[in-house]
């Protein structure tokens, strides 16, 4: 199993990001997928969830409404895209796997990350 | 929103120690819950799930108790890999949440 995350860089506040997490070893459209930030030096904080038809999803209060997560099953591909950027968004941001086929609960493996900063 | 809170923040301890690390959540979580360790540089990696459920591929020296409001994660005899922060997290309601870590440093 193997999750590659790409996408992060340097936006203005206010500005828009899109990530992506290619995924690859496993039958992905059998397992929900996760969002997880960490701001540099400070803990996890989880951001939003999709389960494998991309038909559920779920967000952290501080993202909704700003941050869009989105799957392409025939891509074996998961994206966050990301509006109205603040400063307290910079943040490495980790795609997670399910641990189990249809299941919504506990995040392994995860990509090594992609690190998001906002600033002027 | 349940919160979940971790303690100690962090703990010195030397190689063979028995390490212990606390998790409690503002409510309950029935066996919800699961750890993470995650070293500098890297990303988290499960050890504990189902709050005893041992992650394939974890030492057995690892374990998980626990339920409801108040659980634990166990190193028997601590390695020189080990030394690293542990976070606890809650899958029982959305939003999913982590506790604030536990950083496991060399005494």
């Known amino acids: 199993v193997q999750l590659v995350e790409s996408g992060g860089g340097v936006v203005q506040p206010g500005g828009s990001l899109r990530l992506s997490c290619a995924a690859s070893?496993?039958?992905?459209?059998?397992?929900?997928m996760h969002w997880v930030r960490q701001a540099p030096g400070k803990g996890l904080e989880w951001v939003s969830l999709i389960n494998g038809d991309g038909g559920t999803t779920y967000y952290a209060d501080s993202v909704k409404g700003r941050f869009t997560i989105s799957r392409d099953n025939s891509k074996n591909s998961l994206y966050l895209q990301m509006n109205s950027l603040r400063i307290e968004d910079i943040a490495f941001y980790y795609c997670a796997k399910s641990l189990a086929p249809r299941r919504l609960d506990w995040f392994d493996p995860w990509g090594r990350g992609t690190l998001v900063t906002v600033s002027s | 929103d349940i919160q979940m809170t971790q303690s100690p923040s962090s703990v010195s301890a030397s190689v063979g120690d028995r390490v212990t690390i606390t998790c409690r959540a503002s409510?309950?979580?029935?066996?919800?819950l699961a750890w993470y360790q995650q070293k500098p540089g890297k990303a988290p990696n499960l050890l504990i799930y189902g709050a005893s459920s041992l992650q394939s591929g974890v030492p057995s020296r690892f374990s998980g108790s626990g339920s409801g409001t108040d659980f634990t994660l166990t190193i028997s005899s601590l390695q020189p890999e080990d030394f690293a922060t542990y976070y606890c997290?809650?899958?029982?309601?959305?939003?999913?949440?982590f506790g604030p870590g536990t950083k496991v440093d060399i005494k």
């Open positions: 997290q809650q899958a029982n309601s959305f939003p999913f949440s």
């Open positions: 070893g496993f039958k992905f459209d059998d397992y929900a």
């Open positions: 409510q309950g979580i029935s066996t919800w």
